[in-house]
């Protein structure tokens, strides 16, 4: 009799947990029309990728308690549920943007342009401390 529910079973698994999460959508670290940048066009980039960091952070948090709630229900009714999104697209993302400022800051370096100064220091410092251990770029 038991038999007859893990066939069916199985299969919804199966078809439903491809249905957790979502693809990451990180932005180009360099675009054809960096050579035109002005110093505020490049602040304003720079600004506008750091807000795009904290919603981005944000949704990530939503995620992670969203994935705690669904797995412990899971874990008290002995049911795996599929809707938890084990991707971590958010990373990808705010790597991308960081990856972008730092280009940015490079060419405001360049146009002699007066470095843009990053508002989220303390969230990157937290970030970098709970990532794995990455090779540091090195500024001169």
Same mark, same amino acid.
């Given at each position: 009799?038991?038999?007859?529910?893990?066939?069916? /079973? +199985?299969? *919804?698994?199966?078809?439903?947990?491809?249905?957790?999460?979502? $693809?990451?959508?990180? &932005?180009?670290?360099?675009?054809?029309?960096d050579s035109g940048f002005d110093c505020p066009g490049i602040w304003r980039e720079y600004t506008a990728n750091e807000r795009?960091?904290?919603?981005?952070?944000?949704?990530?948090?939503?995620?992670?308690?969203?994935?705690?709630?669904?797995?412990?229900?899971?874990? /008290? +009714?002995? *049911?795996?549920?599929?809707?938890?999104?084990?991707?971590?697209? $958010?990373?990808?993302? &705010?790597?991308?943007?960081?990856?972008?400022?730092?280009?940015?800051?490079?060419?405001?370096?360049?146009?002699?342009?007066?470095?843009?100064?990053?508002?989220?220091?303390?969230?990157?410092?937290?970030?970098?401390?709970?990532?794995?251990?990455?090779?540091?770029?090195?500024?001169?």
């Amino acid at each position: 009799m038991k038999r007859i529910f893990i066939l069916p /079973l +199985l299969t *919804i698994s199966v078809a439903i947990a491809g249905c957790g999460g979502r $693809e990451a959508r990180p &932005v180009s670290i360099t675009n054809p029309g960096d050579s035109g940048f002005d110093c505020p066009g490049i602040w304003r980039e720079y600004t506008a990728n750091e807000r795009q960091i904290l919603l981005t952070l944000k949704e990530r948090s939503q995620a992670q308690g969203k994935n705690i709630v669904l797995g412990a229900t899971g874990a /008290l +009714l002995f *049911i795996p549920l599929f809707f938890m999104d084990p991707k971590s697209p $958010e990373k990808v993302e &705010v790597d991308a943007l960081r990856n972008r400022n730092r280009v940015l800051e490079d060419i405001a370096r360049t146009k002699k342009c007066s470095a843009p100064k990053s508002q989220l220091q303390d969230v990157y410092r937290k970030l970098d401390h709970t990532a794995p251990a990455q090779p540091s770029r090195q500024r001169n």
